[in-house]
């Protein structure tokens, strides 16, 4: 368990790749009491070394006893090795906050967005789990209107960016562009189809009953953050051609009645969100609006006239930012208001 110090020792699994990167920048930019920091990558970048606040620092190999001293440790290195390192990380008296999906349903492991539920860092045993990125922005967003007028229902579509899937995904998005663009042959090596000029309902693995992983986890992560299992939850997740951000048509259905000027009243005063919602001047959020950005952008907000109680809107926000490295970090944050 983390005790009260001035600065910690911070580690960051999987800190060459897309999330690790942000995860260095985010801690930098927030100013987190850094004692001393440590870069964890797989044998591939041994050797290689990464910039902290102007300082060089090398990117070691995961050993067993590489996770003595640490008090932090942020992972973002795949399911796989959270499944092996996180548990041994946390024997070792460091706290784990982890990106990847492997500890998300464990119920002794809590998931949080501190905006919705970091009273649930009070149980955790070593481990925290960082939701899925399109799972963290809908709750935002969720929660603040879910406490004035209970959210019964949620039919969500996603329009998710490459970055979620990594570096390899970006060159892969933009390769097949410049080849397209110049009659070349494309080669498809992270997806199974063409991104490039295309749109793919087809995020993570598919499942026994035809959903992907990807629409499963927002319809059971959003219930476990929220803390209500009555919520009912169905999404279809699209991959889109977009570098950096991903966007939601959420429709929800209330218990009780609400009109569009009151959820803007009520997003307007929550925490972690901006309303851009003027269709008279063409203002609605946008991927290249988010990108780079921690804020939750929200709009078209607008009636659903097919139900009794619907809302639709439009919610977009950075997967690399609030949608892990940004979540993460505000996790630790938390974690040292608990011990200050
Ligand atoms: O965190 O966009 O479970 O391909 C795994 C799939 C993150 C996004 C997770 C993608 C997701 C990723």
């Not at 464990?106 to 009070?122: G, K």
């Not at 963290?136 to 329009?159: A, C, E, G, S, Y």
């Not at 990594?166 to 063409?194: S, W």
């Not at 929200?298 to 926000?317: A, C, L, P, Q």
């Amino acid at each position: 368990m983390l005790k009260k110090k001035d600065k910690y020792v911070v580690a960051v699994v999987g800190a060459t790749g897309a999330v690790g990167n942000e995860m260095i920048e985010v801690l930098e930019q927030r100013n987190f009491p850094v004692e001393k920091i440590r870069f964890f990558a797989s044998e591939k970048s041994e050797g290689k070394t990464l910039k902290f606040q102007e300082s060089d620092i090398k990117v070691e190999t995961l050993k067993e006893d590489s996770f003595e001293g640490i008090d932090i440790a942020l992972f973002s290195a795949g399911a796989e090795r959270s499944r092996i390192w996180a548990p041994i990380a946390a024997k070792s008296g460091c706290v784990v906050i982890d990106n990847s999906s492997q500890w998300r349903m464990d119920p002794d492991v809590p998931l949080v967005v501190p905006e919705v539920n970091a009273h649930d860092l009070s149980w955790h045993k070593g481990i925290i789990a960082n939701p899925n990125c399109s799972t963290i922005q809908m709750v935002v967003v969720l929660k603040p209107i879910h406490d004035v007028v209970k959210v019964k229902r949620v039919v969500v579509t996603t329009f998710q960016s490459v970055s979620g899937t990594g570096k390899k995904a970006m060159d892969e998005l933009l390769q097949q562009t410049a080849d397209l663009l110049n009659f070349r042959e494309i080669k498809c090596n992270v997806y199974p189809h063409q991104i490039a000029f295309n749109v793919l309902p087809h995020i993570d693995k598919f499942l026994e009953n035809g959903y992907t992983k990807e629409e499963m986890k927002m319809v059971n992560e959003t219930r476990k953050i929220m803390g209500d299992y009555s919520i009912r939850v169905t999404a279809t997740t699209v991959r889109v051609p977009v570098f950096r951000g991903h966007s939601e048509s959420i429709n929800i259905e209330t218990e009780k009645k609400i009109t569009p000027e009151e959820v803007r009243e009520i997003l307007s005063k929550a925490p972690g969100i901006k309303l851009l919602d003027s269709v008279e001047n063409n203002i609605y959020p946008l991927p290249i609006t988010a990108a780079g950005k921690d804020d939750v952008y929200v709009g078209r907000i607008r009636i659903d006239e097919s139900i009794e109680n619907g809302i639709n809107m439009w919610v977009v926000s950075d997967n690399l930012r609030k949608g892990a490295a940004l979540n993460a970090v505000q996790i630790a944050e938390e974690l040292l208001k608990m011990v200050n």
